[in-house]
């Protein structure tokens, strides 16, 4: 039978090996609120929350989505500039062409361009995927996924010329709305995309907090 006594012992052994903690390994932790673009068009207000942590060279990434067009998938990434200029999502003047939607082409100049999409794989950078998450009868989609930091940087540089994450200085869009919904021809999207896959419904601009 353990003696009772050697407990404090035990314990006082384990706190030896947790107090060396760094600077290196210390978490990081960012938030993006986002807020519906598109939402007197579409019928539906999207909004939502993103939470990305950094810990151990891994980045987690949670994003919860609440009024979004029900029972369809929805791309979401993280759009920026691969120079390193800082993204913001857009004001209401993006409507370029007077259209009443602030389609994806119109939010390059505040946003730039896609960058890091959320679903089962970010590591490989691919936007067209069938695994972004799929929104319920009521509108609502929930997402969790880590990667690689690493493995992040490296596709960042391969594509992009550009090595890192730079979390602050990017922005989250969530997109489309049912496959069905009229929109007018002036709506632009991405070759060979219908512009209801990629239709902005919500952005928002990556905070630090601590
Ligand atoms: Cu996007």
Redesign the pocket.
């Known amino acids: 039978m353990i003696s009772k006594a050697l407990i404090p012992v035990i314990a006082l052994g384990g706190l030896a090996y947790v107090m060396p903690v760094t600077a290196s390994n210390a978490a990081e932790h960012f938030v993006a609120k986002l807020h519906p673009l598109n939402a007197d068009k579409i019928g539906t207000s999207a909004s939502g929350e993103a939470r990305l942590d950094i810990a151990d060279g891994t980045l987690t990434i949670a994003i919860d989505l609440e009024g979004v067009p029900p029972g369809l998938m929805h791309?979401?990434?993280f759009?920026g500039f691969p120079d390193g200029k800082d993204a913001a999502c857009p004001a209401a003047g993006a409507d370029g062409n007077g259209d009443g939607y602030i389609d994806?082409i119109e939010t390059e100049p505040a946003s730039g361009t896609?960058m890091v999409p959320f679903h089962a794989h970010p590591a490989t950078l691919e936007i067209p995927n069938d695994t972004y998450p799929v929104a319920d009868k009521a509108g609502a989609a929930h997402y969790k996924q880590t990667e690689s930091v690493s493995g992040l940087e490296n596709a960042l540089k391969d594509k992009f010329k550009s090595p890192v994450l730079a979390l602050e200085k990017r922005v989250i869009?969530v997109?489309g709305v049912a496959s069905g919904t009229n929109l007018p021809a002036s709506v632009q999207s991405l070759p060979g995309v219908p512009a209801q896959v990629t239709l902005?419904i919500a952005c928002g601009k990556i905070e630090k907090v601590n």
């Open positions: 791309l979401q990434h759009h994806l896609t869009y997109h902005p």
